[in-house]
């Protein structure tokens, strides 16, 4: 079984500040790595994942995350964020043998302020 | 492309009522999975379809839950005597599935969610 860590329920930030979000896992097998962000009474947008090869993964909206296997982590950050940043963070993992299912983390909300 | 898509976005119902939720997946996605979003829990994943295959029902949380799927499209998740704990915002995904081609098969694409509320 895999398992999903968020250390931070809520993380607030000032506006063009460095953000950090964690993510730590746990898994007997090999995982793919997503991490998914859900804005105010929206769905789950896919922002980046980690498949093979680079450990350092870029994706939308300036985000980019580094899967370190040895500390079984999958942080993410953005250099400078924006207001509209302001959502929940969703981390996640799946297998990679045959089909599997998301296990997500709680969740991390990112408060962006002026 | 159109992406997943479900219906209604809100459902506002009484204790003891039944409710079906719909799920419209992204065209060519043999891969269907609904998930439970509520306070306190996170996100859960309740049941997965995979093209004919039998689905995989080992998140439903109770035989007030079930699922089907017609025609290898679109699902629906039933809800029978509804209780106030079942009160979520309730998600479907798809993805390529099983022999998926040019996209890592397990990427799932999220629609936006049908909240549910139970009185």
């Known amino acids: 079984a895999q398992s999903v860590t968020q250390l931070d329920s809520q993380v607030p930030v000032f506006e063009e500040a460095p953000v950090e979000l964690r993510c730590n896992y746990s898994?007997?097998?090999?995982?793919?790595l997503f991490w998914y962000v859900q804005y105010p009474n929206q769905g789950l947008q896919l922002l980046l994942k980690?498949?093979?090869?680079?450990?350092l993964v870029k994706g939308i909206n300036g985000f980019e995350a580094e899967f370190n296997k040895s500390q079984t982590s999958f942080h993410l950050r953005k250099p400078s964020v924006h207001i509209s940043d302001t959502a929940e963070y969703f981390c996640?993992?799946?297998?990679?043998?045959?089909?599997?299912?998301?296990?997500f983390g709680k969740g991390t909300m990112l408060l962006v302020s002026p | 492309g159109a992406g997943v898509s479900q219906s209604p976005s809100n459902k506002v119902t009484e204790k003891g009522k039944d409710v079906e939720l719909r799920c419209d997946p992204i065209?060519?996605?043999?891969?269907l999975y609904w998930y439970r979003q509520s306070l306190g829990q996170g996100l859960e994943f309740l049941i997965y379809?995979?093209?004919?295959?039998?689905?995989?029902k080992s998140g439903l949380p109770s035989d007030r839950f079930s699922a089907e799927r017609t025609g290898g499209s679109v699902s629906t998740l039933t809800i029978q005597r509804t209780q106030q704990e079942d009160s979520a915002v309730y998600l479907c995904?798809?993805?390529?599935?099983?022999?998926?081609?040019?996209?890592?098969?397990?990427?799932?694409?999220f629609g936006p969610g049908t909240r549910l509320l139970v009185l």
């Open positions: 379809f995979q093209g004919n295959s039998a689905p995989d």
């Open positions: 898994s007997s097998v090999s995982v793919y």
């Open positions: 996640a993992v799946s297998r990679h043998s045959g089909y599997s299912t998301l296990t």
């Open positions: 995904a798809s993805s390529l599935g099983r022999g998926g081609q040019g996209e890592n098969p397990e990427t799932q694409y």
């Open positions: 065209s060519g996605h043999t891969a």
């Open positions: 980690y498949l093979s090869g680079s450990t």
